[in-house]
């Protein structure tokens, strides 16, 4: 088995770390790209030529020619989004087909009932709000778990089958609804018309890609799992309960694409060069002031997924380095540099101090009580969108970059200057796909 150029690409913060434009420079010298988590709560960019794609359920290899791209068994799976995105990708001239898409058909099928299901308990939950994505995911999850009201993408081979879960199920949760909300009842022959239609079109990308992965790795093709999330956001180690409803280090690859655990192969962990945070939850760097609003206007930081301002604050180097231990990450691709230009002074947290006690170990939980503990090192005034290598970095930047690199004790094997493809200088990196 040959399963050592296979790459992983997992997020180290809060999401939106800048994974798309990652998995892109990787996606060319890779046979196939998987996501494994997650669902249409993520947004990953990718700019192109000067067009820019947002991607929720397509892996971002779509954009790249002899690529197949793997919806694997642990997303959860939105057809009407994911039908979207392909009509959308078509207009504007990228071919996108069975040949190359294939949906696990033991995915998870997000249904109106979960969309509508998490608009309603964020409604209710007041201060506990989660400040969910709204797709639909933790209920879909939740499903899943609870078996007998889950439908999987498998189920629209039969539609016949497909009209009778569909119509038992929104018969149950009409009543749940009901009962727990005073809600409207949903339709459900509407429903049932409606993913008779979506498992139409969809048909000849639903397959078994479990099995046509593990070939892969027999024939030695190259596999690059794209993570989705940030691993802040994992639900048993991120910072529970504000997190999402799925396994989104690189320790859920095998289990949401049915590879072997050996198959991540070398482990990217994507950083920004500061830290944002979209929805609820602890955030100790978080600066709710001209800092902030300065990094949210210079990194137009607004959600890919709902347009929300993100919460910005300083790099946590102490959160980092706890998230780059859970994936056993072996380099960095560090993102978002250029937005720092201008400040005259730039903070990282080293690590926390709680009830007057600097920790020893990293925990999440005790982050919503946690006062960072800072060291300040100099800004450069130059704006660096043009840098290709990192001689021409100002020295300060390459200063941030040294001091990131020992505070996590790992390289940084790629700088992002700027959202395009060529923005992205190849520093300490092992992988070919990115010298
Ligand atoms: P993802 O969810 O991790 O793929 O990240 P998003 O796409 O949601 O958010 C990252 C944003 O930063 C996108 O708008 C990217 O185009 C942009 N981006 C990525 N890398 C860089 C970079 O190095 N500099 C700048 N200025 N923008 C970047
Ligand atoms: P990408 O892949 C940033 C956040 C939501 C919310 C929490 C739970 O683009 O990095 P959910 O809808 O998943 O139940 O919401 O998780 N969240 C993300 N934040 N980037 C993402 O994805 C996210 N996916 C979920 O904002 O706080
Ligand atoms: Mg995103």
Known sequence: ?????????????????????????????????ARYCGGANAGHSVNVA????ALHLIPCGILHEG???????GVVFDPACALDEVHHLRERGVKVSGANLRVSKAAHL??????????????????????????????CYADKAHRSTALRVGDMLDLAVLRERITAVAAFKN????????????????????????????????????????????????????????????????????VTSSFVTACGVAPGTGVPPSAVGRVVGVIKAYATR?????????????????????GREYGTTTGRPRRCGWFDAFAVRYAADLS??????????????????????TGYRVGGQVLEDFDPVVMAAAEPVYETLPGWAEEIGSARSYA????????YVARIEELLGRSVGTIGVGPDREQLIAHNTQLEGLR
């Not at 000067?50 to 794609?53: A, K, T």
């Not at 690529?67 to 068994?73: D, L, R």
């Not at 056993?328 to 947290?349: T, Y």
């Open 67 to 73: 690529v197949c791209n793997v919806v694997g068994n």
């Open 392 to 399: 021409d970095l100002p020295a300060n930047a390459q200063r």
């Open 110 to 139: 997000v249904m109106p009932w979960h969309k509508r299901e998490d608009i309603l308990r964020e409604g209710r939950m007041g201060d506990g709000k989660i400040g969910t994505t709204a797709r639909g995911i933790g209920p």
């Open 1 to 33: 088995m040959n399963d050592s150029r296979n790459v992983t690409v997992i997020g180290l913060q809060w999401g939106d770390e800048g994974k798309g434009k990652i998995v892109d420079a990787l996606a060319r010298r890779s046979r196939y790209v």
């Open 175 to 242: 009543a749940a609804f009901a009962a727990l909300y005073g809600a409207d009842p949903l339709d459900p022959a509407a429903i049932a018309d409606e993913y008779v239609g979506y498992a139409e079109e969809l048909r000849e990308m639903i397959g078994d890609t479990g099995s046509l992965l593990r070939r892969a790795i027999a024939q030695g093709e190259p596999i690059l799992f794209e993570g989705g999330q940030g691993s802040m956001l994992d639900i048993d180690h991120g910072t529970y309960p504000f």
């Open 278 to 298: 979209v929805g609820a939850g602890p955030f100790p760097t978080e600066q709710a002031n001209e800092t902030g609003h300065y990094l949210r206007e210079r």
């Open 50 to 53: 000067g067009e820019r794609f």
């Open 328 to 349: 056993g990450v072996h380099e960095f691709a560090l993102s978002l540099l250029d937005v720092l230009s201008g400040l005259d002074e730039i903070r990282v947290c």
